[in-house]
């Protein structure tokens, strides 16, 4: 039996996300990062996330808070928006939407994710919430005005 992978790609897990979470492969493109990031939260992979994190960004205590994170939290769905190139080659931009349950509260993020390639390994660094217009179309991925849908 075929599992769909949690990064709501379409694809078949074991052809899309698993061969990061494993070890098997690195992600060759920052959405590809993204998208194995947003995996390795939906199946309470602490290893995956340390490791694709930027070693300037990681804490000594990140391990225990993503763990203990991990018991409240159902990851629902992903749509990434946009992908860019950032100021050099080495840096991209990945915009994305993401619902999850916490609590029996659905809520969700949204944030433009800035990643670092180093020694052709891409890295997560930081991301900042990006401002939605009323009328812009909803980034859920819904086909309606954030004003109607999640605004």
Not at 54 to 79: C, D, G, V
Not at 123 to 151: F, M, S
Request: proline share 5%; aromatic share 12%.
């Amino acid at each position: 039996m075929t599992e769909t992978c949690p990064c709501c790609s379409g694809k078949q897990y074991s052809l899309c996300c698993a061969p990061y979470l494993t070890g098997d492969a690195l992600p060759e493109t920052a959405e590809q990062l993204m998208r194995s990031r947003y995996t390795a939260y939906a199946r309470q992979n602490v290893e995956w996330l340390i490791a694709s994190w930027h070693p300037s960004q990681r804490i000594p205590e990140m391990a225990q808070r993503l763990s203990e994170s991990f018991a409240a939290t159902e990851w629902l769905s992903l749509n990434v928006t946009c992908c860019n190139h950032g100021s050099h080659e080495n840096e991209a931009f990945v915009t994305f939407f993401a619902r999850y349950r916490e609590n029996s509260q659905i809520r969700a993020i949204h944030e433009r994710s800035r990643f670092l390639r180093e020694d052709h390994r891409w890295y997560y660094v930081d991301g900042i919430a990006p401002q939605v217009g009323r009328n812009d179309r909803c980034p859920c991925g819904a086909d309606k005005k954030y004003k109607k849908c999640c605004g």
